[in-house]
């Protein structure tokens, strides 16, 4: 969970320094070129000349993260990372203000609760995190920002309007009193769409509010609040021959889900002496949803609640003339889950994870450091089953450890190495889907890392990042096996080697350039499908970008992303044909009136050439990504 400090913080003594440079937010404050980690930063000026729709939209775009939008709606999103297909998303951690978005069941993280307008800093961080991040930091963690950034009054207005019967506004305000050290934000936002297929339409309303008080010595307090109402229709999948050729159309006439959600959090971190820190963070949420399948006949309801406490103990003085930093924490966690059926009795299910932590960072010299962190957690699992078969339960207990050094030869370069034991707990609801009806074990696995980030003259920056990844018992959800009551394909051996590598190029006024590329190999290691590829997983992504000021108050952007074929989900002995490759181009108009202070106005065309391409795909089955779609957005800030 992430303290919400946005001061800069530096350390230095006088034979090894602790590189004085820009702090981001992760767990403990660490600076950017401390970690032995590919690290991308999307500042909040980012943000807003991106054209990005939603955050879902904004990770695909500008951190080259894969991102699935089922039915082009963005409440359904999931993200993928590091060559991991079917519920990839279990394996990369969402962290916003320090709350942990990752739920206890197989639904993805929902990135729509975090408005763009809101947000001040997303930081991704490459590879697995698990000794600060615990079960399931393995593909890569997105950790978001929304604290104010000073305590200037500011209040904004945004209206959208586009293609598909699409609109919607927001309105935020912050500001604070600085004389008090008292910093407030708020927001509240509203979207709708009629959605790209038939039966597909969604809507959402978003709020937010968040106080913080900042006393002289660097110690802070801070409470924050959420809320959001979502309804979205499900048109259901299409058969090939429907795909080809009739993409738009609906199988489900019927089908929908209602979800909302509220939550409370509140963090400090208290001055305890000279570079010595304590941090405290809780947070409280629940979230209900109701789907109605009429396709298969069910009407059920799921809560789900989540409560967390965590206490951190930051020492970053020297020892022995060197620089040091120092961190001891704990994490704890429940998790309560429930599904009612309108006409039956109830499952039940419980997770209780309770961590300690530690981690040291120790400066040998100005340029080279070293890391070494364990974490030990405990998981304990608990079913109560509507059908009367009783009670299921199950205990764990995981080590994880990272261990790496970083080299920092000149200015601007950070060069790394890393490795990393991790692990993941199953979903509640894979989690007895074995032939034996046991519990399965958690997954556990190993990386390394190698890579260098340079920021240099002129506007340029470049960064690359190779790993290798060997998982011992990797679970994979078959759908197929389902009603047999186990999955026939878990656990699994598998392993990845890949690489990802970025290069970007700005001049403000004058013309701007990005390229990211990734590719991956992975696939099954031994046993039946020893060999085969891991289904769901492009060899490749590329995403260029470029745009040019036509003058200095307006920019042309175009886009390009290409994502090559992969086997559909569920095709483990890969005998189906692979979905084909696509590319995709997008476009957009930014327009900022030097004589209208505060105005703002946009316009986006995705998908430019209204390619037919699907966004996910199974075995006979497909869900045909979303066509053309432009947007308008006006906005102003006073």
């Known amino acids: ?26 767990r403990i404050d660490d ?31 500008k951190a080259g993260i894969d991102v699935h939008s089922m039915n082009g709606n963005p409440i359904l999103a999931s993200m993928a990372m590091r060559g991991f297909g079917d519920n990839a998303f279990g394996r990369m951690k969402v962290v916003l203000d320090g709350e942990e ?35 399931g930091a393995i593909a ?82 801070g409470f924050k609040a959420n809320y959001q109402n979502a309804f979205y229709e499900l048109p259901g999948s299409l058969t090939y021959h429907q795909w080809k050729h009739g993409r738009k159309s609906a199988n ?61 103990y930051v020492d970053e003085n020297d020892i022995f003339g060197f620089g040091s930093k120092f961190t001891i924490g704990a994490d704890f966690r429940y998790d309560s889950y429930t599904d009612d059926p309108f006409a039956g009795r109830a499952n039940r299910f419980g997770r209780t994870r309770g961590a300690l932590f530690a981690m040291e960072e120790f400066y040998l010299t100005d340029t080279l450091s070293a890391i070494a962190g364990v974490r030990v957690e405990e998981i304990y699992n608990r079913w109560v089953r509507r059908d009367g078969s009783g009670t299921e339960d199950g205990n764990d207990v995981m080590a994880d450890f990272e261990l790496g050094l970083v080299y920092r030869p000149v200015e601007g370069l950070k060069t790394y190495v890393k490795g990393t034991r991790f692990h993941r707990s199953a979903f509640c609801d894979e989690l007895n889907y074995t032939r034996s009806g046991k519990f399965l074990d958690p997954e556990t696995g190993t990386s390394f890392d190698i890579g260098a980030e340079w920021t240099g003259p002129g506007g340029f920056s470049m960064d690359v990042n190779g790993y290798g990844m060997a998982m011992e018992d990797e679970i994979f959800f078959d759908p197929l096996m389902a009603p047999y009551g186990y999955n026939r394909n878990s656990p699994a051996k598998t392993r990845r080697i890949g690489m990802d590598a970025g290069l970007s190029w700005r001049q403000e006024g004058l013309a701007e350039a990005s390229l990211r590329y990734g590719v991956v190999k992975a696939d099954f290691d031994g046993g039946r499908y020893d060999g085969c590829e891991v289904p769901y997983v492009p060899n490749h992504r590329i995403r260029l970008e470029t745009g040019v000021w036509v003058w200095s108050d307006l920019e ?27 590319s995709l181009f997008d476009a957009g108009v930014y327009y900022s009136p030097s004589w209208a202070s505060g105005w703002k106005a946009s316009f986006t065309i995705d998908n430019l050439f209204d390619r037919n391409y699907c966004d996910y795909a199974g075995v006979g089955y497909y869900y045909p990504a979303c066509g053309r779609s432009f947007l308008f957005t006006l906005s102003c800030e006073f």
């Open 1 to 26: 969970m992430t303290t919400l400090l946005c001061a800069a913080i530096a350390a230095t003594n006088a034979v090894a320094a602790q590189p004085s440079v820009t702090v981001y937010a992760t």
């Open 252 to 312: 489900n006439r019927d089908d929908w889900t209602r979800q909302w959600s509220y939550g409370f959090g509140a963090d400090s971190k208290l001055k305890l002496g000279e570079d010595r820190w304590l941090h405290l963070d809780g947070t409280f949420s629940h979230q209900h949803r109701r789907a109605r399948m009429a396709a298969w006949g069910t009407d059920t309801a799921y809560d789900a609640y989540a409560y967390s406490l965590s206490p951190r």
């Open 140 to 221: 890569g963690t997105v950790n978001v920002v929304t604290d104010c950034a000073d305590y200037g009054q500011k209040t904004k207005i945004e209206a959208r309007a586009g293609s598909q019967n699409t609109f919607g506004g927001m309105l935020q305000t912050k500001g604070g009193v600085e004389d008090e050290g008292l910093q407030y934000g708020a927001s509240y936002d509203y979207r709708r769409s009629g959605g790209y297929r038939d039966r597909s339409a969604w809507n959402m309303h978003t709020a937010n509010a968040a106080f913080r008080k900042n006393f002289e010595n660097g110690s802070t307090a």
């Open 556 to 582: 042309v952007k175009g886009g390009y992303s290409y994502t090559s074929s992969q086997y559909p989900s569920g095709d483990f002995a890969n005998d189906s044909e692979k979905l084909p490759a696509y």
């Open 101 to 135: 978005l990752n739920n206890v069941d197989m639904n993805a993280p929902n990135l729509t609760r975090i408005p763009l307008g809101r947000v001040t800093r997303i930081e991704v961080i490459r590879g697995p995190s698990p000794v600060l991040y615990g079960d």
């Open 31 to 61: 600076a950017r070129d401390a970690i032995p980690a590919s690290v991308s930063i999307i500042g909040a000026a980012d943000i807003e000349s991106s054209g990005a729709r939603d955050l879902p939209d904004l990770l695909k775009k």
